[in-house]
């Protein structure tokens, strides 16, 4: 038996934050006396950390107080801010759309265009609810005081009831609408109900945080003005950590367990120099590795297209980059540049990526999906899998507005590649927003 005080190996291994199973009968729940803010006595406040479907970490709390009965329930993000923010645009046109599973943090904000009606961030807690729920949650806080404003401000109650006729009126769908989430924290997500093919209905993108939005966060940049200082010519000679492999403590992306990723430095032979990262977490065993650019974001974004018809086409190497979008027309698959981050890697591999990532997700084999849904899951991976056999024919197209993406080319000139289309273009102003281009000032600074 373990010491007193002294975690075991078995725990020590456990990851914090566990799957949601259904053959977990005594679930790892941390009780907590807190104050009831109705009676003034304590109550007990329940947190359980658990991985849910179509989220992240999060942290489930349950508010009860035995004296008075009131109770509230609540969940929050468990896992870290991301890098950039979200924004996500849903044309809502049939009753599936309705009903599409939605999960907003408390930094979330709702806006519907057509009624000129806003949720601002922070008014409500996160919670996992659907389309159909925010509207119905609104019409529900509408109605609340409506009795007294109605002996009180009667012309107001008036124009309340009429808003709340409008509310309702949505959810019969004479007529389509969109609803714009935007989560400065970027842990919001919206279903595809389509998936894993694209979501014509829903339009998501990126931005970067505003000082003042980070602040919000809680994130400030106490070392500003180092970060300013412009590095000397010959200050930090790259030569001096090429090759070598540094390490330092994180915190894993799957459990969140300490661990350590190990960083080193590489050039790509025709191409430029990267940083590779590889973490390995002792606790659950998650790997993982990313690729960040170790040059800036080149004068014009690159698509490139590799049509994959055998071994040689798979056997080329590949770097994926963090704003890399990937597409295989063949398939109707798109895969957005934060699903599987920065990658160094062959065609083959990512393909495999690409596939080990729909195989394992709890959003397509926990117990929240339905029949259909895993039907289509399993006959896509099957397609997948015709792909890495070698049986089909298909073509892998990378866009990277940030240009810094790369395939092999298996000629020595890379001009006369057949199976290998490279074009450079101009970024739009969106891409250039999304790249935190357009408000970097470079003249008379």
């Given at each position: 038996?373990?010491?007193?005080?002294?975690r075991?190996?078995?725990?020590?291994?456990?990851?914090?934050?566990c799957?949601l199973?259904?053959?977990?009968?005594?679930?790892?729940?941390?009780?907590?006396?807190?104050?009831?803010?109705?009676?003034?006595?304590?109550?007990?406040?329940?947190?359980?950390?658990?991985?849910?479907?179509?989220y992240?970490?999060?942290?489930?709390?349950?508010?009860?107080?035995?004296?008075?009965?009131?109770?509230n329930?609540?969940?929050?993000?468990?896992?870290?801010?991301?890098?950039?923010g979200?924004r996500?645009?849903?044309?809502?046109?049939?009753?599936q759309?309705?009903?599409?599973?939605?999960?907003?943090?408390?930094?979330?904000?709702?806006?519907?265009?057509?009624?000129?009606?806003?949720?601002p961030?922070?008014?409500?807690?996160?919670?996992?609810?659907?389309?159909?729920g925010i509207?119905?949650?609104?019409?529900?806080?509408?109605?609340?005081?409506?009795?007294?404003?109605?002996?009180?401000?009667?012309?107001?109650?008036?124009?309340?009831?009429?808003?709340?006729?409008?509310?309702?009126?949505?959810k019969?769908?004479?007529?389509?609408?969109?609803?714009?989430?935007?989560?400065?924290?970027g842990?919001?997500?919206?279903?595809n109900?389509?998936?894993?093919?694209?979501?014509?209905?829903?339009?998501?993108?990126y931005?970067k945080?505003?000082?003042?939005?980070?602040?919000v966060?809680?994130?400030?940049?106490d070392?500003?003005?180092?970060?300013?200082?412009p590095?000397?010519?010959?200050?930090?000679?790259?030569?001096?950590?090429?090759?070598?492999?540094?390490?330092?403590?994180?915190?894993?992306?799957?459990?969140?367990?300490?661990?350590?990723?190990?960083?080193?430095?590489t050039?790509?032979p025709?191409f430029?120099?990267?940083?590779?990262?590889?973490?390995?977490?002792?606790?659950?065993?998650?790997?993982?590795?990313?690729v960040?650019?170790?040059?800036?974001?080149e004068?014009?974004?690159?698509?490139?297209?590799?049509t994959?018809?055998?071994?040689?086409?798979?056997?080329?190497?590949l770097?994926?980059?963090?704003?890399?979008?990937?597409?295989?027309p063949?398939?109707?698959?798109?895969v957005?540049?934060?699903?599987?981050?920065?990658?160094?890697?062959?065609?083959?591999g990512?393909?495999?990526?690409m596939?080990?990532?729909?195989?394992s997700?709890?959003?397509?084999?926990?117990?929240?999906?339905d029949?259909?849904?895993?039907?289509?899951?399993?006959?896509?991976?099957?397609?997948?899998?015709?792909?890495?056999?070698g049986?089909?024919?298909?073509?892998?197209?990378?866009?990277?507005?940030?240009?810094n993406?790369?395939?092999?080319?298996?000629?020595?000139?890379?001009l006369?590649?057949?199976?290998l289309?490279?074009?450079?273009?101009d970024?739009?102003?969106?891409?250039?927003?999304?790249?935190?281009?357009?408000?970097?000032?470079?003249?008379?600074?």
């Open positions: 038996m373990a010491a007193a005080g002294k075991t190996e078995n725990e020590r291994n456990k990851p914090i934050f799957e199973s259904a053959n977990d009968l005594e679930p790892e729940i941390t009780e907590i006396e807190s104050l009831c803010v109705e009676c003034g006595k304590n109550g007990i406040t329940r947190l359980l950390l658990t991985k849910i479907p179509y992240k970490d999060v942290v489930l709390m349950s508010f009860e107080c035995e004296h008075c009965g009131c109770r329930n609540e969940i929050q993000s468990g896992g870290r801010i991301a890098e950039k979200i996500i645009t849903l044309r809502v046109a049939t009753s759309d309705l009903n599409r599973q939605v999960v907003k943090s408390d930094y979330t904000s709702i806006h519907v265009p057509h009624l000129d009606f806003e949720i961030a922070q008014s409500q807690k996160g919670e996992v609810t659907t389309v159909e509207i119905d949650r609104s019409i529900g806080a509408l109605e609340q005081d409506q009795p007294r404003r109605r002996e009180e401000f009667p012309d107001t109650a008036v124009e309340i009831d009429l808003f709340i006729g409008k509310l309702r009126a949505l019969t769908l004479d007529e389509p609408f969109t609803v714009v989430f935007q989560d400065t924290s842990n919001s997500h919206v279903e109900p389509k998936a894993p093919l694209k979501d014509s209905q829903c339009t998501v993108t931005f945080r505003t000082k003042e939005q980070d602040r966060l809680g994130i400030y940049a070392n500003e003005d180092v970060l300013l200082k590095i000397q010519e010959g200050e930090y000679p790259l030569e001096q950590i090429e090759g070598e492999v540094l390490s330092f403590p994180t915190n894993c992306p799957d459990c969140n367990s300490p661990c350590e990723t190990n960083m080193k430095l050039n790509i025709h430029k120099e990267v940083v590779i990262m590889a973490t390995l977490c002792e606790s659950c065993g998650h790997r993982t590795n990313e960040k650019s170790g040059g800036g974001i004068p014009q974004g690159v698509r490139i297209e590799v994959i018809t055998g071994r040689d086409d798979f056997s080329r190497d770097l994926k980059s963090e704003t890399c979008d990937m597409e295989i063949e398939l109707e698959l798109e957005g540049p934060n699903i599987l981050g920065g990658r160094f890697t062959t065609v083959e990512i393909v495999a990526a596939k080990e990532q729909l195989s997700s709890t959003a397509f084999t926990g117990d929240s999906s029949s259909e849904t895993v039907n289509r899951m399993e006959a896509f991976i099957a397609q997948l899998n015709e792909v890495l056999d049986r089909r024919k298909v073509t892998l197209i990378l866009d990277d507005p940030a240009g993406s790369y395939v092999q080319s298996l000629t020595d000139d890379g006369s590649d057949d199976r289309k490279i074009t450079k273009y970024r739009n102003f969106e891409q250039n927003e999304e790249l935190g281009l357009n408000d970097i000032k470079v003249e008379n600074y």
